[in-house]
């Protein structure tokens, strides 16, 4: 285990990576965000289902209890970040991340592969 925060890899929310490994390994999805350092929240990727058994709960003033139904619950974990790599929109397919300037300046990140600028996708076009 590696416990030094590695950041060169630059994924960002809105980003489509493909997962490497794991039970999800090959599946896409859209980074909703960094949950912690080295930690991503991928969309419909890592689901995790939680079964609720049906339970009874008192309310205070009520005389009957009120049964809350069960259920399975599928909530997103979060994933590695070396487990995932950011796609490549013109390749489609996992590439590195190359960090590089625009000659003003800016920060910008480059297909290790193609060299195009990678762009993460608005946020408003993931939400459905
Ligand atoms: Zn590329």
Excluded: F, W
Aim: hydrophobic share 35%.
């Amino acid at each position: 285990m590696r416990s030094t925060y590695v950041n060169t890899t630059e994924i960002r929310a809105g980003d489509t990576v493909a997962v490497l490994a794991g039970k999800d390994a090959g599946k896409r999805g859209v980074v909703k965000g960094l949950v912690a350092p080295g930690r991503v929240l991928v969309e419909g990727v890592n689901k995790a289902k939680k079964h609720q058994k049906p339970r009874q709960k008192m309310s205070s003033g009520s005389q009957t209890p009120t049964i809350e139904p069960g259920g399975i619950i599928e909530m997103e974990m979060p994933l590695a970040i070396s487990n995932v790599a950011v796609v490549c929109s013109k390749c489609d397919r996992p590439v590195r991340i190359k960090a590089s300037r625009t000659s003003d300046g800016k920060k910008q990140r480059l297909c290790g592969r193609c060299k195009g600028v990678l762009t993460a996708t608005k946020s408003k076009e993931v939400a459905k």
